[in-house]
């Protein structure tokens, strides 16, 4: 049988190689991760659609008076793929997370649909990140274009301030997302009163 | 610089294996693909949560006579990954394409929520999968248990029928799901009308 000679070093790279491949494919996507431009400006993921969806709702209001809508909008909550898997290891979100809110316009008796409404056109995209870099550890964007600044300080207080009285996981809704609930039940992550 | 000899045979064997670990990793995980015992019983998928979100739509009736509902249901869409990237490539489902229709229940005004509905409870889960096993490449599953047998052929007519008549893209209402419904348009796979 012909033998072949290899030296150590090219050996090496061979093994490098083929590590390098493998730890590609089984990493989290580097899409994953938020990417930022000038500092803290949030790009928006390209990819947000193949993420784990958590829930939806529609026409959801958190004012006492609500506006009555002709066309309520669908809110759809994707996460990151690897943050969701955490969490639902241990209850709770990592560095690094990104939630983001879909907005959808919605219609009602088209095609064979009769009643109840389905989801159309894309209304708007929020984020909410958990993230160190942030002062607060956490920032939130309205995702317009290809990136964009953290809500201004006084924009976001609101948030804030209800993200952290009425949430009932860290600075999230979980007590919106049916299947996240249950494991922050078990995990005991939930904030008391839930 | 020492040597080390290899043998034709080591160098391929070597190759293969980090090429099947690649390989591993990079194809569809084999959690995918339908899974099916007794031959044509589904196995509801354990991760289909993880899956690609397609749409959700709420208290959605295809009657022409729809029921006054107190408390309608979400129905939430998912498809496996790797036919829905298939899709978003051609326009077009693969053989062994899974869609999960997720039923849960809604409620609202709980929690700081005052108007709209959110998603509760489980109420469903029904499946139509594309394989060429069924003799018409299509069936449909009510996944009660952690396996279902294909609806019967009396049961599922007219699910059959409506699932013929009105679908815009092959046996699935991509009519409803709207980032589908701009690739079906630009890869010109809607059926006329649409």
Redesign the interface.
């Known amino acids: ?9 090219g ?1 090496a790279f ?1 093994v490098a190689a ?1 590590s390098s ?2 730890q590609a ?2 990493a989290a996507p580097s899409s994953e991760a938020p990417r930022y431009v000038k500092g803290t400006n949030l790009v928006r993921p390209p990819d947000y ?2 993420w ?2 958590i ?12 506006n009555a809508r002709e066309s ?1 909008s ?1 809110g ?1 909550v ?1 996460v990151n ?1 690897s943050s ?1 898997r955490s969490f639902m290891q241990t209850g709770k979100w990592p560095d690094k997370t990104i939630f983001v809110l879909e907005f ?1 316009n919605s219609d009602s008796e ?13 209304a708007a995209v929020e984020a909410e990140v958990k993230d160190s870099r942030f002062p607060d550890g956490w920032a939130f964007f309205n995702l317009r274009g290809d990136s964009a600044e953290p809500m201004s300080a006084a924009d976001s207080a609101p948030c804030i301030d ?1 993200h952290t009285k ?1 949430t ?1 996981v860290e600075r999230t ?1 979980v ?2 997302y ?2 996240l609930l249950e494991v922050a039940r078990r995990k005991g992550t939930l904030k008391p009163g839930f």
């Open positions: 049988m012909k033998k072949l000679s290899f030296t150590i070093a050996l061979l083929a491949l493998v494919q089984s659609r193949e784990v969806f829930s939806s709702g529609l026409g959801m209001d958190y004012n006492p008076t609500p309520p669908f759809n994707f793929p969701y959808r088209a095609s064979i649909n009769r009643s109840g409404r389905f989801q159309t056109s894309l209800c009425n009932a809704f007590q919106f049916p299947t």
